[in-house]
């Protein structure tokens, strides 16, 4: 079990990697997300990746949703 701290900067961690994934894409959607909306995302998708690693289980994204589960959980995506 981690401690608030350790939490927080798990947190704070997979927040920057969601924001920096999100900034390397030149799609408009993406770009406009801040820092903000990646650390109100992160705890989400932190606990989808750790369901679908204990899962062994694969995520299927649609292009139009939001940027934070195609391109911070999706193992594939597609349009249509």
């Known amino acids: 079990m ?3 701290l350790e939490k927080e900067a798990q947190l704070t961690q997979e927040a ?3 924001y920096g994934l999100l900034k390397s894409v030149s799609k408009t ?3 406009k997300w801040t ?3 990646c650390l109100a995302a992160a705890p989400y ?3 989808i990746n750790r ?3 204990e899962q062994n289980a694969v995520i299927l994204a649609h292009s139009y949703t939001t ?3 195609v391109y911070g959980v999706a193992d594939f995506r597609g349009d249509s």
């Open 2 to 4: 981690l401690t608030p």
């Open 29 to 31: 959607k993406a770009a």
């Open 45 to 47: 998708v932190l606990a």
């Open 16 to 18: 920057h990697r969601l």
């Open 67 to 69: 940027p934070d589960l």
């Open 51 to 53: 369901f679908k690693k």
């Open 35 to 37: 820092f903000e909306d």
